[in-house]
């Protein structure tokens, strides 16, 4: 899964990247308004962390246009702007959550993460697939009782596949949610993680499309 990250605090901006990064959260920077919607235009987000106090705008303003076009991602507004009406505010604009500065990263991802889960229409972190079991919460993975460790990359494949609800997703969307715009990879590795689920989860659970892309197998 992939988080769209708009913060003008580039000391702010790398923390909250690198913890992201720890529970399996790609995330893309941007330093204001114009670069939040070059990003948007680019590539589809899981989700949005939004700060208000932007340089060439207000967040506020930037979320009522992105809702007026009738773009549905899920948005969580991060911003020192601590008063209620501040919060009642941008809720009302169209965001999902509302957490204010400072903030401890823990709670921040804890509130992306239950965010996404309603995105998905769970009602819990705990998913069940076929002979595994999957807690999208900590990125813990059991197939047959027993639990398998998955690389960082492998974990942010199968749960974009999982966020996606059995819909076909390419090599392109999902490439775009284990890496940044930043990374110059080779074009086969979407091809081999999803070869190393297979061998550690079982061949049937990611389905290939032909000439579309990958998604969740029947077992599944």
């Known amino acids: 899964m992939h988080i769209l990250l708009v913060e003008d605090n580039a000391l702010v901006a790398s923390g ?21 919607e070059s990003h948007l235009a680019a590539r589809g987000y899981d989700a949005c962390v939004l700060d208000l106090g932007l340089p060439d705008g207000d967040g506020m ?39 204010t500065k400072p903030f401890d990263l823990p709670e921040l991802v804890a509130r992306l993460q239950a965010l996404l889960r309603r995105a ?33 990359r492998e974990w942010a494949l199968l749960a974009a ?12 969307r999902l ?7 930043e990374q110059d990879v080779e074009s086969n590795t979407v091809n081999v993680h999803v070869h190393h689920l297979r061998r550690k989860l079982g061949p049937d659970l990611i389905e290939t499309v032909r000439g579309q892309g990958f998604r969740l197998g029947a077992c599944a």
């Open 61 to 99: 303003v930037l979320l009522r246009r992105w809702r007026a076009a009738g773009k549905r991602l899920p948005v969580l507004i991060l911003s020192a702007r601590t008063t209620l009406q501040d919060k009642v505010e941008g809720l009302q604009s169209g965001s999902d959550d509302y957490l």
């Open 175 to 181: 490439h775009d949610s284990l890496y940044g715009f």
């Open 120 to 152: 998905g229409g769970r009602a819990s972190d705990r998913i069940r697939l076929g002979r595994c079991e999957v807690d999208m919460g900590s990125g813990e993975v059991w197939c047959d009782g027993l639990r398998v460790e998955l690389a960082r």
């Open 16 to 36: 909250i990247q690198a913890g992201l990064a720890l529970h399996g959260l790609g995330c893309d920077w941007a330093a204001n308004a114009v670069a939040a």
């Open 161 to 172: 596949l999982i966020q996606a609800q059995g819909r076909v997703l390419s090599t392109t």
